[in-house]
Nanobody, 115 residues
Framework: QVQLVESGGGLVQPGGSLRLSCAAS????????MGWYRQAPGKQRELVAR???????NYADSVKGRFTISRDNARNTAYLQMNSLKPEDTAVYYC?????????WGQGTQVTVSS
């Protein structure tokens, strides 16, 4: 059974930082593209950042220079380091694992940026 478990969300002030973690089980983690998506109230889910199995990354324009995706294949865990957070970053953040036609999602973790 595949499980993706996110952690690290919470309430942070504008300009602050958070690090999200996604612990995976039930998949050959190193062979999957790992991604972070987010969904704000009333909006569609959008890609935030993605890292392929070979290490290639891509980011949404809105987070470039502020967010960094990484992965630890030995720990089957993906991370999203978020710096210089803005109120518009407020959303539920979802971890995603993708390989060919297989796609799995975590349950999501809330990130709220507010003073």
């Amino acid at each position: 059974q595949v499980q993706l478990v996110e952690s690290g969300g919470g309430l942070v002030q504008p300009g602050g930082s958070l690090r999200l973690s996604c612990a995976a089980s039930g998949i050959i983690f190193s062979s999957y593209t790992m991604g972070w998506y987010r969904q704000a109230p009333g909006k569609q889910r959008e890609l935030v950042a993605r890292m392929a199995s070979g290490g290639t990354t891509n980011y949404a324009d809105s987070v470039k220079g502020r967010f960094t995706i990484s992965r630890d294949n030995a720990r089957n865990t993906a991370y999203l380091q978020m710096n210089s957070l803005k109120p518009e970053d407020t959303a539920v953040y979802y971890c995603n694992a993708e390989r060919f036609i297989s796609r799995f999602w975590g349950q999501g973790t809330q990130v709220t940026v507010s003073s």
